[in-house]
Every structure is written in structure tokens, then in C-alpha cells.
């Protein structure tokens, strides 16, 4: 589901468990920057660690996709070098 909302950020507060982190999860997910804040600092600490790999994962992600259209670029080049070129003389 696309809201719009790539790039925006937004502040979640109770972010480390439930509906906080269920917020927070969804706005990550459609490219939100956040900022999130709990009581409990090791539940705030394994949340942004969650994202945190979230994020690195999306990257991960992005990267193999580039590697993929990049390799396929490079196959349509090296096919195009293979193809014959013929001269036509006109009189």
C-alpha cells in the first residue's frame, strides 16, 4: 500500500512493543524517517536494531536488483558487439 508518505518523518512514541511498534513498523515500511521513543531502553535499543537491519536488508535488496538490470545491460552490450556489421555501398 502506497500513502504517500515516502521521505516525511514522523516521531512514534512507545515505539519498542506493540501498537507503537506496529506503527512505526508500517511507516518504515512505506519510507518514513523516524524518530521513536519508550520507557524501557533495551526494548527502545532491540527496536532500532530491528530497523536497523530492516533498513541495511532494503539495501541489500536494492543492490542485488541494480546488480541484475546492470548484468542484463551488459549482455544486450556484448550481444550488440557480437552482431555483424554490414556496409552497403550505394551507386
Known sequence: MDLKLNGKVA??????????RAVA?????????????????????????YFLLYVMFQILLQLINLRKSLLSNLK????CLQMPVVHHQVR
Not at 25 to 34: T, Y
Not at 76 to 79: R, T
Open 76 to 79: 544486450l552490450f556484448i550481444f
Open 25 to 49: 513498523e508500517a511507516m518504515a515500511k512505506e519510507g518514513v524517517k523516524l524518530a521513536i521513543c519508550a520507557r524501557k531502553k533495551d526494548l527502545l535499543d532491540e527496536t532500532a536494531k
Open 11 to 20: 516521531v512514534v512514541t512507545a515505539a519498542s512493543r506493540g501498537l507503537g
